[in-house]
């Protein structure tokens, strides 16, 4: 099962313009990630956000934390056709014997035009 | 620190064959992951392990899907036999604990089934 969803699915914007994905999950958590996946490779942690966190800045990028909406935003500044990438939040699932899933949602294919 | 090693990068067989994949997760890292990725959607998982044991594969096919990690350290990944829709990039990761730290991916196997 998913747990977190992201929107907008696919985003296309210039060079230069700021990028902004969201993710929405469904039960309690005790962190938000985001990860980049480059088409054919696997996945990169960009940054961990903890549930008792509300904002968190990494280089050019801002996460939000809004654990009341159960959701997350992640704003990337300054794009570069560098940062043309797939964008996926996860979270860790909480469930009986005291380990934590954790679960990606479906992403979000940012692509950044010269 | 040498990441995450996955083998084969590549494969392809018929359908009703047998294929492993291998990982070996980086050293010390106690949780292994693997995750099925279809093409355009997010990571799966699949099974979990806290060292050797298993902690969570309530998505793992168990009919044709099986996995093991040897003595807590290198994993495998049989599927027998596979089907058209196995089709897909398993993924592995590890990570020092579950859900509380990043995960640190391989570059995955990409499986076509014929």
């Known amino acids: 099962s998913q747990q977190g969803e992201e929107d907008p699915q696919a985003l296309s914007i210039q060079e230069g313009e700021n990028a902004t994905m969201n993710c929405s999950y469904k039960?309690?958590?005790?962190?938000l990630q985001w990860y980049r996946q480059n088409s054919g490779r696997g996945l990169v942690h960009l940054i961990l956000i903890r549930s008792n966190e509300r904002e968190k800045h990494s280089g050019r990028l801002r996460v939000t934390l809004d654990t009341s909406k159960k959701s997350s935003s992640l704003l990337i500044t300054a794009s570069r056709a560098a940062d043309t990438a797939s964008y996926f939040c996860a979270t860790d699932d909480r469930f009986s014997g005291g380990y934590n899933k954790l679960i990606f949602g479906a992403g979000t294919r940012l692509a950044v035009h010269p | 620190e040498a990441g995450v090693a996955q083998s084969p990068r590549y494969k392809i067989i018929e359908k009703r064959q047998s294929v492993a994949f291998w990982c070996n997760p980086i050293?010390?890292?106690?949780?292994l992951y693997w995750y099925q990725q279809i093409l355009g959607q997010g990571p799966k998982l699949l099974i979990q392990?806290?060292?050797?044991?298993?902690?969570?594969d309530s998505q793992l096919p168990k009919d044709r899907f099986s996995a093991e990690r040897l003595k807590g350290v290198d994993s495998t990944l049989k599927i027998q036999p596979a089907k058209l829709e196995d089709s897909a990039v398993y993924l592995c990761?590890?990570?020092?604990?579950?859900?509380?730290?990043?995960?640190?991916f391989g570059q995955g196997t990409r499986l076509t089934v014929v």
């Open positions: 990761a590890s990570s020092l604990d579950f859900g509380k730290t990043e995960a640190f």
């Open positions: 392990f806290q060292n050797n044991g298993v902690v969570d």
């Open positions: 039960t309690s958590i005790n962190n």
């Open positions: 050293s010390g890292h106690a949780t």
